[in-house]
């Protein structure tokens, strides 16, 4: 079946590049070490900073946020460091297994893939380490393959009651740009981020933005690194400039796509985010499904899990999704493989790209044979009829 | 209000230009006298003929659709001869009143603008023309401000029954690669056509298709004419060459967007549109409103006319839907206006952008006060469920 | 032969449109009635005017300059109506062409191709026409097919010492832009532009600017019109709007070859042209060649023309050229074919762009056997060292 | 001063993104867990092989070529290995630093920035290392920062001759896709590359090419590496995948400059880079100036660096050709620094475009008061009047 019209990409994240930002990245290549390049690069290392709440130097990298994690790693911990971190899905899981190799002590607490991070439990386990054994707490914001948003000012309060020294690390790939987000007011050490999500951007930044205290660990950190190595990095854009080959066209959209968050207003996009995510609770839960986040307060704005009934595969309700209508979801990873799929609402985004998805959604899931309510569109509707 | 995401183009027309086809225009200028030129020249004059339905030549002009409604008067008529034309709506009257601004006696059946050409009228105009003075009967295939389609077919059948000598000439412009139509078999002697609707591109390419007796007849015309005068451009063509400087980067375009045709299949293009139509009538239907076209083997695959209630004013629903939720729809145009507004559902075009766009208008209506039932998304989605 | 690199794209026009108009013109179609739509609409509108030297309206075509020529003559001229042309190469040729086929009455004073219009030859043919025959006096400015620049403020003179009211109509397709124009001082009445030289776009766009006598003119000219009518279009301007369907993405880019013309500076920009006029006037010397252009008020500062020696062919070498160092160039037109090639050095360009040029053709002469001097190339460069 | 025309970006990287390169990245992004970036993945996977002369897997990161320096490294090494590295210039001394900061023993030849590596002096050393300390050997195939290339052939002979097991890396970043380069052939082990230069894509790709007996050392590498592991990359791209986002839009535009490589044919690529590269020196020794590389046999075919008189510092003279004719040129780097500046004739480029480069060069060292002999250019020309 030829596909006709618009894709509809709603994983959640790679986004839709708007073609304002495709536009700007389709510009001749130009002199990186030129006064040309330095104009753009000061502007992208100034504007990168407020999307991250942070007055203080963002690093980035020509990487996937993969990298960014490793970067965070590596600037700031020694060889069997131990690390705290928390089973909140597949990709945290993944973080950790990085810690692994690169050679960290890593403590897991378990989870069951549908809450956040438990901040009292932060507060106990730092309590407990009476050694001041943990160097680093690793928080996932918002875990992309579940949609459940962990609290973050809240584990900084835990980490602060008990006087822990301990780095807060937090990974928001898929919040950045997309669900409120402070650096700065809530003392996170390290913010790990990549530009494919509510940055609209194609995948190939990664970013870290860096606390005083952060920069301080970096001159101690023992693990091996060069690529990464912040310090040469933050030198080199002082002037403007960076130690190795910038990506000079993802720098181009991202002036562009900076430039995108300040015309509508950070604030504006997070109330976005939020009203999308809304109203796509109100359309799964109409259809008669079950949302996977099970804590009201952590919500995810970028994206929602949906649990399929038990005698369906979510990833053949996406097959016939993907043929018959022309979307992408993302599907369950790790071991929520074929129970559970995810829809994007995060990035460059409106009612009607959301109402398309969800309508998209409700037939496919009908065309698959899972029984749903009709009136599930509805419900969604009327809550974009208000602001 | 900030706009994001991807603005609903849901006029009849220009329509969205599929990002391939942008891509394609985005080239670099070449040589218009080169070899390189001529290859591309040769494709897009012998591609557009199956898009009309013909195996004869198609001339291609830099200008609009309404360029190419003169091309066709000129090229065909003398000062003075009669055509007879049918008030079907806006446009046919627009095309009325160029015949008139040239010279020729312009015959108009009256209309209500909810119907086609009544083929019926046609033979009984023809017949009662003993003297032949009718040299030209001027058609609308698909009125583009009111979302009727003439039966093109039957009028050549009624013409055919007179045994009256003239010209069929028919304006495809909202038709054309979007509802079926066969220049060759329904013995049309002008098509007139324009690339910014189901051909997917910008505005700026104006087309006429051309039978044998139409190129006769131009051999006796004697309305004045150089630019439109199909003669040399003929001869031109016929070694890949334009007379004077054709519009380059729209020729890419429409080099790509005939690939995109042939990929998809004509008659899946035309399925695809009917669908689309269908399903936008089961919605307005179903929220309790009236379609404009008023006779059911006229419903157009291109566009919806919806009648709104007499107490409220189609430009402010309009206008509130463009504003809340990033939409254009078509405008009522002349004596409609106010009293209607129209739905585009042509060109690149899909399912789910279709369901973002009846949902954009379902939720526009409520917010502007206007009483809907809420289940007419439900029965165009019902549709869409099916092939 | 595979051609790598840029294509060098050295004919007088279509031009290249520079990458930063291609990318504004590879953006989503948008609603041609709508509020966006009229504040570009807006800006190119009033944009267009100090490129023509012009406070007064500017008509914009979806066509080519071809349309614009037959809009100067059917708004302002009437059947039988004497127009007096100047054989002053084959564009001006083309041009009669088109008024004798529109029914005027095409007085043509003979030429060598070499010259430009003679002003004293205007005057004694305006004193020698005591009737007041002659409606319009015909000018190209700047001879596309030759590289001759007629002095259309010393023909404004040769009327006025006349006294005789016949309109000035001139053509500067190939000029606009690219060389000092002035429609309102030089009291110019209708001023034919196109869109693919000077204006740095693809082709596909057609302009008029208008004196208030022309347009006095149109009110009683009976040559038959309605796409070209410059009424309607004039009213609907006024208002943002354009009464049939523009040529959207061509005024995208119109709006930002505008806005690079501002920011250089109309003065810099036609200073630039005569810079790279005398630079490849000293090649083409230096090489030993003819420059076609025969006297020295008129040089063009948009294209050059070299006289071949008589024993090759401009073609063949033309043909070299362009398979052996990927660039095109211009051939000689009508009877200067075979006899001519035609540099052309207009737009957006530059000195190692007009280097890069003069390079290839000093090797391609070479390569097609034509004895060339090679301190031609330096000749030039020696003039590109100063401002 | 304002700018007209392309900029012509002669510094020996990155290169000129072709507009075909970059209208294919100007394409929306898609779901990079799809299909349709399965089948992008394989055409890339396999297609990246030839260009770099090798049979076997190609790694490709998301990162610059500095990342993939790293991987090269990290992947094949333990901390306290000594590798023998050779100081041909900058980018060698930079790798040289890399290694040394990821806790390897560097044994650093000395060198004059002049010549490439020394094949005996390799051999010399390997001998030597009776103990077989030396893991790897370190060559940069094309130093970027002198115009030397070293002879990679004849170092592998010498490592063969003394029956050494050293793995060989090669850095290819600035020869890939320019220079005749024979991964398997010449039996390396890793070579390393990047997107920007003979690849024709903006920056932000890095490429390892892996032997088998690097594969093999990988398994006992102790470095520590997550990212940069070949492992993970090398399992899921045989599924067409990639263990972390891939770079989606450079993968569209490696897809596209892959076809232009292939459609010029490699061969044809790297006799034009030296063809090039010759008229170039010619054009350097005709002005009286000196060569950086010393030895016949090192000159490179992608840059050539050019030594400034004693009494004129050649960042003045660089940004003379910059302000005055648009051209960037690559400054000398490291302690060559205001002595060399260099001409990058590399990429997507051809005859026309070199000339314009050369104009420019002898212009602007003119300018800036350099006195050179202007016949310099035509000895160029004369070159590139020949096949």
């Not at 900073?49 to 996937?64: A, D, E």
């Not at 990298?67 to 899981?93: I, K, Q």
């Not at 003392?187 to 509510?198: A, F, L, M, R, Y």
Request: net charge negative; glycine share 10%.
């Amino acid at each position: 079946m030829t596909h006709t019209g618009r894709h509809f990409l709603q994983i959640p994240g790679p986004t839709n590049t708007p073609d304002r930002v495709l536009r700007a990245m389709a510009a001749p290549t130009l002199d990186h070490r030129g006064p040309e390049f330095a104009e753009l690069a000061g502007e992208v290392i100034d504007g990168i900073r407020p999307v991250f709440g942070t007055t203080r130097p963002v690093v980035i990298y020509p990487s996937s946020g993969t990298g960014a994690w490793e970067a965070a790693l590596v600037n700031t911990l020694s060889p069997g460091d131990r690390v705290l971190c928390f089973e909140t899905g597949h990709f945290a899981t993944l973080w950790q297994e990085m810690a692994r190799n690169l050679g960290l002590d890593v403590q897991v607490i378990p989870g069951d893939w549908r809450h956040g991070v438990d901040p009292q439990r932060v507060a106990d386990e730092l309590t407990a380490d009476t050694e001041r054994a943990v160097k680093a707490v690793l928080v996932v914001h918002n875990e992309t393959s579940t949609g459940v948003t962990s609290r973050v000012a809240e584990v900084r309060e835990a980490i602060d009651s008990t006087g822990h020294p301990a780095l807060l690390l937090v990974d928001t790939i898929s919040s950045l740009g997309s669900i409120d987000y402070r650096h700065d007011e809530w003392g996170v050490d390290v913010t790990v981020g990549g530009s494919q999500k509510g940055l609209m951007l194609p995948p190939g930044l990664g970013f870290n933005a860096v606390s005083e205290k952060a920069l301080e660990a970096s001159e101690t950190a023992k693990l091996s690194r060069s690529f990464w190595d912040w310090r040469p990095i933050l030198a080199a854009n002082e002037k403007g400039a960076f130690p190795y080959t910038p990506a000079t066209h993802l720098l181009y959209g991202l002036r562009e796509a900076l430039l995108m968050l300040q015309e509508e207003g950070l604030p504006n996009v997070f109330a976005r985010h939020q009203r999308h995510a809304e109203a796509t609770r109100l359309a799964v839960r109409g259809w008669g499904l079950e949302v996977l986040c099970a804590d009201e307060r952590e919500h995810s704005g970028s994206l929602t899990g949906v649990i399929v009934p038990a005698d369906h595969d979510a990833d053949k309700i996406r097959a016939v999704i993907l043929d018959q209508y022309n979307m992408s979801l993302g599907a369950g990873l790790g071991k929520l493989a074929g129970r559970v799929f995810r829809i994007g609402h995060l990035g460059d985004f409106n009612d009607l790209m959301l109402a398309g998805t969800l309508a998209g959604v409700q037939m496919g899931l009908s065309v698959a044979g899972v029984p749903v309510d009709p009136s599930g569109i509805n419900a969604a509707l009327q809550r974009l009829q208000l602001p």
